[in-house]
T-cell receptor
Framework: DTEVTQTPKHLVMGMTNKKSLKCEQH?????MYWYKQKAKKPPELMFV???????INESVPSRFSPECPNSSLLNLHLHALQPEDSALYLC??????????????FGPGTRLTVL | QQQVKQSPQSLIVQKGGISIINCAYE??????FPWYQQFPGKGPALLIA?????SEKKEGRFTISFNKSAKQFSLHIMDSQPGDSATYFC???????????????FGTGTRLTIIP
C-alpha cells in the first residue's frame, strides 16, 4: 500500500459546527503532516507529527486541533471555523523525520467549504 | 531567505515541445529540491527530486538541472504531452535538526498547458 487516504473528499460545514478530517497511511511512515491549500496557491504547512508527537505547529489558530491516535492515523478537528478557512486540506506522510531526501507523499485532500 | 521563487506563473507549450520551469532560492542551507505535479482537485504528487551534489537528474521525459553557484534549479519536460497539463511546484527543504522534520518551502507554482 503506497498511498495516503483522506476522508471525507468534500465537507460543507457551518461556522458553529464541529467536524473532523481523517488521514491514513500504511507505508510505515513516522512523520505526518497537515497542509492547507487555497486555489492557485502552494500548500501551506499547518502541523507536523513526528513519531506520533506534535513537532511543528505553524501558528495555526486553535479552531484547528490536530490529533495523531497512532502511527497510521492523523485527524484534524475543526470547530468554529470562518468562511476564509475554506480550502483544500492535504495530508502528507514521509518515511524519515530527518536527513536528506525525505520525500513527502500527499493524499488527495479534503475540499472544505465553510458557510 | 526562506522563499523559493518560481517562474513563469503560466506556460503554454505545443505538444512535442520542451517545457521549462525555473526556480531560485536564497537559503544555502537547503539540501533537497523536489518537484511536485498537481492535477485539479488532487493532491500534489512527487515527480522528481535532486540533491545539491549533482547538477542534473533525469527520469524519463523529466530532467532537473541544478546550478548550485547560481542557487537555481529548473524542470525540463521533453516531448511535452497534453497529459502533462497540470500545475507544477518546485520546493526546497533542509533538515531542521538531526532529529527534526524537514519542512518543505514551496514555489508559487506554474500552470502548464500543453496544446495539440
Amino acid at each position: 500500500d503506497t498511498e495516503v487516504t483522506q476522508t471525507p473528499k468534500h465537507l460543507v460545514m457551518g461556522m458553529t459546527n464541529k467536524k473532523s478530517l481523517k488521514c491514513e497511511q500504511h507505508m510505515g511512515h513516522r512523520a505526518m503532516y497537515w497542509y492547507k491549500q487555497k486555489a492557485k496557491k502552494p500548500p501551506e504547512l499547518m502541523f507536523v507529527y513526528s513519531y506520533e508527537k506534535l513537532s511543528i505547529n505553524e501558528s495555526v489558530p486553535s479552531r484547528f486541533s490536530p490529533e495523531c491516535p497512532n502511527s497510521s492515523l492523523l485527524n484534524l478537528h475543526l470547530h468554529a471555523l470562518q468562511p476564509e478557512d475554506s480550502a483544500l486540506y492535504l495530508c502528507a506522510s514521509s518515511q524519515r523525520t530527518s536527513g536528506v531526501g525525505n520525500e513527502q507523499f500527499f493524499g488527495p485532500g479534503t475540499r472544505l467549504t465553510v458557510l | 531567505q526562506q522563499q523559493v521563487k518560481q517562474s513563469p506563473q503560466s506556460l503554454i507549450v505545443q505538444k512535442g515541445g520542451i517545457s521549462i520551469i525555473n526556480c531560485a532560492y536564497e537559503n544555502t542551507a537547503f539540501d533537497y529540491f523536489p518537484w511536485y505535479q498537481q492535477f485539479p482537485g488532487k493532491g500534489p504528487a512527487l515527480l522528481i527530486a535532486i540533491r545539491p551534489d549533482v547538477s542534473e537528474k533525469k527520469e524519463g521525459r523529466f530532467t532537473i538541472s541544478f546550478n548550485k553557484s547560481a542557487k537555481q534549479f529548473s524542470l525540463h519536460i521533453m516531448d511535452s504531452q497534453p497529459g502533462d497539463s497540470a500545475t507544477y511546484f518546485c520546493a526546497a527543504s533542509m533538515a531542521l535538526s538531526n532529529f527534526g522534520n524537514e519542512k518543505l518551502t514551496f514555489g508559487t507554482g506554474t500552470r502548464l498547458t500543453i496544446i495539440p
